[in-house]
């Protein structure tokens, strides 16, 4: 555990425990996070319930938890000119984060 934005945890893998929590907080735009929050709502989510976290590696932080790529803050700022286009993200990225959530498929059919 590294700390919250806003109402969301956020989470480091082991390799990023040096990093000072002050100094990940000020490169992630949080103005956004209410809407994220409303839409958490719309799928049924308290907010408690998903989390942001960071792997510098790139690898997929959603296959354990609900946990949604905290890059994504960087990504959905790109969008705060476009509400429609802002949850259209976040709509995707919680739903990737769900899919996630089940076993993963033995082979297609």
Known sequence: ???RLMMFCVYVVPE???VTWNSLLTTMPTSDLPWLSQLCGIFGLRSD???FALDPAGRCVCDERLFLNLSSL????SYRNSPESL???W???LAYAIARQGPPPT???
């Not at 960087?74 to 700022?77: E, F, L, P, R, T």
């Open 1 to 3: 555990f590294a700390g």
């Open 16 to 18: 990023m425990q040096h």
């Open 49 to 51: 319930q998903v989390a």
């Open 74 to 77: 960087q990504k959905a700022d």
């Open 87 to 89: 949850v259209a993200f």
């Open 91 to 93: 709509v995707q990225e």
């Open 107 to 109: 082979r297609w059919e």
